[in-house]
């Protein structure tokens, strides 16, 4: 192919920015590409592309440099989470973990608590993930069970969690626990947590992660898994920020996640490439009727209608990015991003899939993959529904008369 489909190509960005690009870029088409198919059909953990994103730092990426990371900007972080998920975006998923929570313990933590955690998590020797969701609490966040009541210096949790993806490799968790039940508004009586844990154990204490791990249909290679506390015990220095801390829990979740919905906005661009950058080749090795379909008009304004998506795309995660980077809120930006992204890569996955005819629906091919990988980006990081509420309440606020 004379021109590659690229998320950096074309953009200001510095040469710093464009080695690590090109660093990752190249290591997805050696390294992911040739072997994701057969990870994925065993659904198994990719532990040697694991260990290369180590090598690489790629696990300290928004960690600063002071505490071992490689303190990327957001714009240099987005568009290497795309890079990554046009190879797989199950790896995406391995080190989002590490993203938000090791971002939340950078801006929020106690000096005692980055110390201690963020080397690891730079170095990935410590894996860490991200637990608010309950099995009657996705979206609505504020209706959490999970509590955290207080026994002399140890907070005593009891609750269950849903959905936490990495949850058993991870050897320390982002939890989201309520320390004030009866708190009005609910928000208040919030508290985020650290809690560790040792890293592939079922059960530590009173915490127990039911096996195997939920079953999905797509989003493999990486457990998504359920954790069930019953009176497990952590030190009270486990809050986040310390004694200032309690009750904040809320509101530093929700600044994480709105990096995470940039990550998620992103995995939707890595895709829609790939679909892409697949149909294409497709188009012009496939004859129908005398001609390379691409040479069909209808087949040839499927493809205009995904560059120009994957274009958009692009454009609306790097001026979410920038606007988080130079600080203060991005919800509406950040949900543009997810809402806008997420939604054209499921498009680009079908439309891709429908080029290649009958072999689309083929596990043999690569396609099929990405068709159902796509529909958890709809979902994850809060609902498409949801982002829609996020931007127009946040509209309706800046614009106010
Ligand atoms: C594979 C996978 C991995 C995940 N990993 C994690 C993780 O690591 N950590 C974590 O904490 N969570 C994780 N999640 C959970 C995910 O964030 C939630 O599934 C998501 O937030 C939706 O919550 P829910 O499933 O409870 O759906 P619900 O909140 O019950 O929503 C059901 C439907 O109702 C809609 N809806 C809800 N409220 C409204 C409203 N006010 N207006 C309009 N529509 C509405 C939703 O959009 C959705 O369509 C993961 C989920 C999956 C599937």
Same mark, same amino acid.
């Given at each position: 192919?004379?021109?590659?489909?690229? *998320?950096?190509?074309?953009? @200001?960005?510095?040469? =710093?920015? !464009?080695?690590?690009?090109?660093?990752? &870029?190249?290591?997805? #088409?050696?390294?992911?590409?040739?072997?994701?198919?057969?990870?994925?059909?065993?659904?198994?953990?990719?532990?040697?592309?694991?260990?290369?994103?180590?090598?690489?730092?790629?696990?300290?990426?928004?960690?600063?440099?002071?505490?071992?990371?490689?303190?990327?900007?957001?714009?240099?972080?987005?568009?290497?989470?795309?890079?990554?998920?046009?190879?797989?975006?199950?790896?995406?998923?391995?080190?989002?973990?590490?993203?938000?929570?090791?971002?939340?313990?950078?801006?929020?933590?106690?000096?005692?608590?980055?110390?201690?955690?963020?080397?690891?998590?730079?170095?990935?020797?410590?894996?860490?993930?991200? *637990?608010?969701?309950?099995? @009657?609490?996705?979206? =609505?966040? !504020?209706?959490?069970?999970?509590?955290? &009541?207080?026994?002399? #210096?140890?907070?005593?949790?009891?609750?269950?969690?849903?959905?936490?993806?990495?949850?058993?490799?991870?050897?320390?968790?982002?939890?989201?626990?309520?320390?004030?039940?009866?708190?009005?508004?609910?928000?208040?009586?919030?508290?985020?947590?650290?809690?560790?844990?040792?890293?592939?154990?079922?059960?530590?204490?009173?915490?127990?992660?039911?096996?195997?791990?939920?079953?999905?249909?797509?989003?493999?290679?990486?457990?998504?898994?359920?954790?069930?506390?019953?009176?497990?015990?952590?030190?009270?220095?486990?809050?986040?920020?310390?004694?200032?801390?309690?009750?904040?829990?809320?509101?530093?979740?929700? *600044?994480?996640?709105?990096?995470?919905?940039?990550?998620?906005?992103?995995?939707?661009?890595?895709?829609?490439?790939?679909?892409?950058?697949?149909?294409?080749?497709?188009?012009?090795?496939?004859?129908?009727?005398?001609?390379?379909?691409?040479?069909?008009?209808?087949?040839?304004?499927?493809?205009?209608?995904?560059?120009?998506?994957?274009?958009?795309?692009?454009?609306?995660?790097?001026?979410?990015?920038?606007?988080?980077?130079?600080?203060?809120?991005?919800?509406?930006?950040?949900?543009?991003?997810?809402?806008?992204?997420?939604?054209?890569?499921?498009?680009?996955?079908?439309?891709?899939?429908?080029?290649?005819?009958?072999?689309?629906?083929?596990?043999?091919?690569?396609?099929?993959?990405?068709?159902?990988?796509?529909?958890?980006?709809?979902?994850?990081?809060?609902?498409?529904?949801?982002?829609?509420?996020?931007?127009?309440?946040?509209?309706?606020?800046?614009?106010?008369?």
């Amino acid at each position: 192919m004379k021109e590659r489909i690229c *998320s950096f190509d074309g953009l @200001d960005l510095s040469d =710093d920015q !464009r080695d690590v690009l090109e660093a990752i &870029r190249g290591f997805v #088409d050696a390294e992911i590409l040739p072997t994701v198919h057969q990870l994925e059909a065993d659904d198994e953990f990719p532990q040697k592309i694991v260990d290369g994103l180590r090598d690489m730092g790629l696990f300290g990426m928004r960690i600063p440099v002071e505490y071992g990371g490689l303190g990327l900007d957001l714009v240099t972080y987005a568009l290497a989470i795309a890079e990554l998920s046009r190879g797989w975006t199950s790896v995406s998923g391995i080190v989002n973990g590490q993203y938000i929570v090791g971002g939340m313990i950078a801006t929020h933590g106690t000096e005692e608590q980055k110390q201690r955690f963020l080397p690891r998590l730079a170095s990935g020797e410590l894996r860490c993930c991200f *637990s608010m969701t309950e099995p @009657d609490a996705g979206s =609505d966040v !504020r209706a959490i069970r999970m509590t955290a &009541r207080r026994e002399g #210096d140890e907070l005593v949790i009891d609750g269950q969690k849903m959905w936490v993806t990495n949850g058993l490799r991870a050897g320390l968790i982002g939890l989201l626990v309520k320390t004030d039940p009866t708190a009005d508004p609910p928000q208040k009586g919030m508290t985020a947590l650290l809690v560790e844990k040792e890293a592939g154990q079922e059960q530590v204490g009173g915490l127990t992660i039911p096996m195997p791990p939920l079953k999905k249909l797509g989003y493999k290679g990486v457990e998504s898994v359920e954790l069930v506390f019953d009176g497990h015990r952590v030190p009270a220095s486990a809050i986040l920020g310390g004694p200032d801390g309690e009750g904040q829990g809320f509101y530093q979740m929700m *600044s994480g996640i709105e990096t995470g919905r940039i990550n998620v906005a992103a995995r939707g661009l890595g895709i829609a490439m790939r679909a892409f950058e697949l149909a294409i080749r497709y188009a012009q090795e496939r004859s129908a009727f005398g001609k390379p379909i691409g040479q069909h008009q209808l087949i040839q304004a499927k493809l205009a209608d995904m560059a120009t998506g994957i274009e958009a795309s692009r454009q609306l995660i790097v001026a979410a990015a920038r606007k988080k980077q130079a600080g203060g809120r991005a919800d509406v930006e950040a949900g543009m991003a997810k809402l806008f992204a997420t939604e054209v890569a499921q498009r680009c996955a079908e439309e891709s899939m429908r080029i290649h005819g009958g072999y689309g629906y083929s596990r043999e091919y690569e396609i099929e993959r990405l068709y159902r990988d796509t529909p958890l980006l709809l979902i994850g990081e809060g609902t498409n529904e949801i982002q829609r509420l996020i931007i127009a309440r946040g509209l309706l606020a800046r614009h106010a008369v």
